[in-house]
């Protein structure tokens, strides 16, 4: 009989070392979740608003897009001085930024006890929660021909586009993130002896509360792009009425200078937003 052939078992593959382990990972170089140092953070955000107006430049002054479509950035800025000295553009964005922040106060001056109250009270959820969700899904733009019955074209109707804007979703997220208290943390209040008053108080409002900034931030984002559709109808000032007109003449330079501007005014608000998260819940930042 011939003798079977011999098998040779392959050598075991060397595990990887860490190091290859670490060049492996990540998009170009970058791992997920790890923190990059906040000069590296800015650095990063200006070089991508350089790159998108040097892109805006190139398309411009190379005549790839007509200027009737697309001004370029020098056209823009030429006829943004002229809407700030000779057309009192100051006072639209004004009226715009009291507007914006009209209606996102009241919404939240509701909304977060209301919030708090479903989230803390299951009863309380159960009866509002399947309203709040259903309104949450109409759009505030086509309450404005029924608000401009109900209040005319005053500021009532243009702070009341906002409130419906705002109100029902930021109800919501509110009341998921007070639901979401750690029960370990309810327990232990109730075995100290806490009342229901002072668990509210002391464990689920201060546990929630900066989630709740955060939230309150994202929806004054939201109440910005709400106060551009209330102002583009029947509204006499403010940056929408400024781009209604522009559009009417072609002038996109000022259209755009409008975005750029309601662009800048969300990005201090949001930057105001964060300093003040920080300053005030800094112990949500560790592990981030």
Known sequence: MSASPTVVAAPAAAPPSPGAADKRAGL???KPL???APATRTALGIAFFVLFFAFWAAVTFGGLVPKTFLADPLQMAASGWRLLVEQNFLHDIGMTVWRVLGGFIIAAVIAVPLGVMMGAYKPIEAFFEPFISFARYLPASAFIPLLILWAG???AQKLAVIFIGSFFSLVL????TVGNTRRDLVEAAYTLGSSDT???RRVLIPGAAPEIAEQLRMVLGWAWTYVIVAE???ASSGIGHMITDSQA???TDQIIFGIIVIGLIGLVSDFAF???NRRLFPWAQLGR
Do not use: D, N, Q, Y
């Open 173 to 176: 997220m509110i009341s998921v």
């Open 249 to 251: 003449l072609l002038a």
């Open 198 to 200: 002072r668990l509210i």
């Open 232 to 234: 583009l109808i029947g």
């Open 274 to 276: 964060k300093w003040g």
């Open 28 to 30: 170009f170089g970058m």
């Open 153 to 155: 074209i005053g500021e």
């Open 34 to 36: 790890t923190p990059v």
